[in-house]
């Protein structure tokens, strides 16, 4: 069994930072993509950040030059280093990723529970 674990949500004031993490545990063969979705309340959940196996990185126009995606392959492990927070960035975080594991003999996308941030004063 296959699991996302994210971690490290939480209230911020608006300027201010948080590093989210998401560790997948379980019977792993290998991870390709990883990512960082955001739900806020009305609205549908939307990407903001992914991961390739190789590093290469993509971000939602919206937080290019804040935030920054990582992962440590060893760890299993993704991350998202969000700087200069806004009230806008409100949302719960989901974490995903498209990964061997488990029983299944093909590739298949993995959701964690989410970790709710709120940027406010």
Known sequence: ???LVESGGGLVQPGGSLR???AASG????????GWYRQAPGKERELVAAINSGGRTSYADSVKGRFAISRDNAKNT???QMN???PEDTAVYYCNADLLGGSSRSYMGYWGKGTLVTVSS
């Open 78 to 80: 993704v991350y998202l």
């Open 20 to 22: 989210l993490s998401c």
């Open 27 to 34: 019977s792993i063969f290998s991870i390709r993509a990883m």
């Open 1 to 3: 069994q296959v699991q």
């Open 84 to 86: 200069s927070l806004k």
